[in-house]
Antibody, heavy 121, light 110 residues
Framework: EVQLLESGGGLVEPGESLRLSCAAS????????ITWVRQTPGKGLELVSG????????YYAESVMGRFTISKDNSKNTVYLQMNSLRAEDTAVYFC??????????????WGQGTLVTVSS | QSVLTQPPSESGTPGQIITISCSGS????????VNWYRQLPGTAPKLLIY???QRPSGVPDRFSGSKSGTSASLAISGLQSEDEADYYC???????????FGGGTRLTVL
């Protein structure tokens, strides 16, 4: 059974940092891209970042470029999203989502339960 | 700004066939495939249709997808009360070089 388990969300003040983790099980980790999709009531769903199965290709939304960094640890089957210089508009539920393919295509066939990130003073 | 446009809401009665539309442009739906997701309240989205018309294992054949030009549609036949959910279309956008999601359609089963 494929499972994606996110952790690391919480309440932080503007300008602070958080690191989200997505631990995957039940898949051959290197065969699939893993992404982070966030959801807010106002802006809906947004692909924030992604990393290909081989780790040789990454994606960042323009809204987070230069502030967020995605990485993966193959020994732990885990993808990380380091979020720096957080802003109020980064407040959202962050989902980890597995792509159906090796590259980032937007075909997300498994999702984690989501972790809430709140940026507020 | 590239966008995928969906109606904010649709409704139907049990047993009915309903369709949800998704309108895009030449940089997204016009040249790339469309995926559909369903999200029940308080849960993560679930892949319903991929590559315009394909159903992942376990998705009933009551759900079908189609695409024509720069628009796509999701059809649900034999509507059931448990189909009440938010439905999102998504497609890669070549201008954005990323995935675009539609704004979502809330389906109500009367």
């Amino acid at each position: 059974e494929v499972q994606l388990l996110e952790s690391g969300g919480g309440l932080v003040e503007p300008g602070e940092s958080l690191r989200l983790s997505c631990a995957a099980s039940g898949i051959t980790f290197n065969n699939y891209a893993i992404t982070w999709v966030r959801q807010t009531p106002g802006k809906g769903l947004e692909l924030v970042s992604g990393i290909s199965g081989r780790g040789d290709n990454t994606y960042y939304a323009e809204s987070v470029m230069g502030r967020f960094t995605i990485s993966k640890d193959n020994s732990k089957n885990t993808v990380y999203l380091q979020m720096n210089s957080l802003r109020a508009e980064d407040t959202a539920v962050y989902f980890c989502a597995k792509d159906r393919w090796l590259g980032i295509t937007g075909t997300f066939d498994y999702w984690g339960q989501g972790t809430l990130v709140t940026v507020s003073s | 700004q590239s966008v995928l446009t969906q109606p904010p809401s649709e409704s139907g009665t049990p047993g009915q066939i309903i369709t949800i539309s998704c309108s895009g442009s030449s940089s997204n739906i016009g040249i790339n495939t469309v995926n559909w997701y369903r999200q029940l309240p308080g849960t993560a989205p679930k892949l319903l249709i991929y590559s315009n018309t394909q159903r992942p294992s376990g998705v009933p054949d009551r759900f079908s997808g189609s695409k024509s030009g720069t628009s796509a549609s999701l059809a649900i036949s034999g509507l059931q009360s448990e189909d009440e959910a938010d439905y999102y279309c998504a497609a890669w956008d070549d201008n954005l070089n990323g995935v675009l999601f539609g704004g979502g359609t809330r389906l109500t089963v009367l």
